[in-house]
């Protein structure tokens, strides 16, 4: 029974222990769904639920033209303080103070991976 | 842990049982609606806030306007055009991202009496009330062209907002009627810091301070006037 216990134990922290590092990898994509996709769009191609009603379009950030031009720090400054930040429109919000740096970090790595893109 | 399991399974039994006898507006709230509200403290990530099915309500008599609830449940037009969160609700097209109707819900009705007794009880949970500063808002007037000039292109709100029916972002609830859902002040607190509510937002927490805050009020106000 001891035993038993210990093995599902062991069993429990071994999935769990998985599902972080799945999440970890995932994170950018989680938190690009939630915050970004009303506006950037479901695909990244900047035409999300909200762009019609937008007199600035969002941008497509599967353009890897544009986003070649930028570097990760551009990328960082423009999600923590928002377009006006980088004199782009204010229509691009400062996601600072609902998204950690950690996470706006992950954000960076996503937008690279979709526009297949580097620093 | 297994035993806390089996006492919760036992406590769940004697509530839904006795709730048959003598249906009071806590039980029906507990049977019926927290299948998609939470009755009680919740704090979210992202992953959370994405599966969250209808606003929480526990801190309803903090947030709601009384008046307002008695009639909605009796009559609940739609209040979020893309439901709770919009990536939920959205198909992909050619002419880009579109909500599907089809996947939002109505929302169950309820008779005069039982609104009027669900709403009574809700109006007692007043959580989070140390949020709100009472009395805060003063109202002032607002030209309508000002006002709406500010909530589109200088504070950037119609993004994610329709200032009237079918104008505006879908991804965030409408706010042609806000002014009259809501008690102006926690209009105020949530406009000052979203996040504090629910420990995420899917608004963003831009800082404004207080005179931009109350301008804003002061055109949501003018909205729900006209309506």
Redo the contacts between chains.
Sequence with gaps: MRCQLAIATIFAVMVMAGQAGAEDGNRGK??Y???C???H???ADG?????????IQPKDHTEAKEMNARTDDDLFKAIRD?GKAINKS??M???G??ISEEDIWALVRYLREISATED | MFRSTIKKLFLGMIVVSSGAAAEGPSDRLKEECSACHALSEVTLDAQARMAQKAPPLYYAGTKYRRDWMVSWLQNPARIRPGGMFSGNHTVVTDDGDDIDPITLQDHVKLSANNATEITDYLMTLTAKSDLIIAGEYKPKSVSKRMGEMNFIKFKGCGSCHQAEPDYGGVSGPELYTVFNRLKPDYIVSFIRDPIVWQGVSLMPSTGLNNREIYKLVDYLKLLSGEN
């Design positions: 989680v938190l769904k939630a915050y996709s009303q506006c769009g479901m695909e035409y999300g639920v909200n762009a019609g009603y937008m007199e928002g204010v229509l919000p400062a996601w103070k609902n």
